[in-house]
T-cell receptor, first 116, second 113 residues
Framework: AQSVTQLDSQVPVFEEAPVELRCNYS??????LFWYVQYPNQGLQLLLKYLSGSTLVESINGFEAEFNKSQTSFHLRKPSVHISDTAEYFC??????????????FGTGTRLTVIP | KAGVTQTPRYLIKTRGQQVTLSCSPISGHRSVSWYQQTPGQGLQFLFEYFSETQRNKGNFPGRFSGRQFSNSRSEMNVSTLELGDSALYLCASSLGEDYNEQFFGPGTRLTVL
């Protein structure tokens, strides 16, 4: 079974300040890891993913996340946030293997609020 | 390429009624997954259909069911609605055979009165 823990339900941060959104997971099998973002009244958009290879993955809008297998973590970071980053962020995992390919297990989400 | 579309976008029903939600995946995608999003329980996986067959199922009662048609469009049905079924229902499509990125639709907001 898989579970995802996002330790912070809300994170307020001033514009241009750095931010870290924490994510830990538990799984009896190997997993792929994801961060999704949800803007108000919209569906989910994939922000970045870790499938294999380099443990540091980056998105096109300046976010990055690092997979740490020993700590079972996949924290999301951005060195300087913008107002437009205000949204809800979800960490998710899916078990590797055909049978569970499209079954995402989500954390409870972190609401990031960027303060001008 | 058109994205994932869900209809209707908003729905109001009363307890005891049933409801059918529709999801049209991205052209060429064969897998459709459904998720329920509520403030209390967060995002929970309902089920996944691939090539008209249910491949995975989450931990929901039998009142929640779904199906997929030959053109990959999917419907989910909830019978005997309860107040707790009020939620945003999201569907996601992907190519499907193994892991491929899931693309989410905008969701259907169901309110049960």
């Amino acid at each position: 079974a898989q579970s995802v823990t996002q330790l912070d339900s809300q994170v307020p941060v001033f514009e241009e300040a750095p931010v870290e959104l924490r994510c830990n997971y538990s799984s009896s099998v190997s997993v792929y890891l994801f961060w999704y973002v949800q803007y108000p009244n919209q569906g989910l958009q994939l922000l970045l993913k870790y499938l294999s290879g380099s443990t540091l993955v980056e998105s096109i809008n300046g976010f990055e996340a690092e997979f740490n297998k020993s700590q079972t973590s996949f924290h999301l970071r951005k060195p300087s946030v913008h107002i437009s980053d205000t949204a809800e962020y979800f960490c998710a995992v899916t078990p590797i293997g055909k049978a569970g390919a499209n079954n995402l297990f989500f954390g409870t989400g972190t609401r990031l609020t960027v303060i001008p | 390429k058109a994205g994932v579309t869900q209809t209707p976008r908003y729905l109001i029903k009363t307890r005891g009624q049933q409801v059918t939600l529709s999801c049209s995946p991205i052209s060429g995608h064969r897998s459709v997954s459904w998720y329920q999003q509520t403030p209390g329980q967060g995002l929970q996986f309902l089920f996944e259909y691939f090539s008209e067959t249910q491949r995975n199922k989450g931990n929901f009662p039998g009142r929640f069911s779904g199906r997929q048609f030959s053109n990959s469009r999917s419907e989910m049905n909830v019978s005997t609605l309860e107040l707790g079924d009020s939620a945003l229902y999201l569907c996601a499509s992907s190519l499907g055979e193994d892991y491929n990125e899931q693309f989410f639709g905008p969701g259907t907001r169901l309110t049960v009165l």
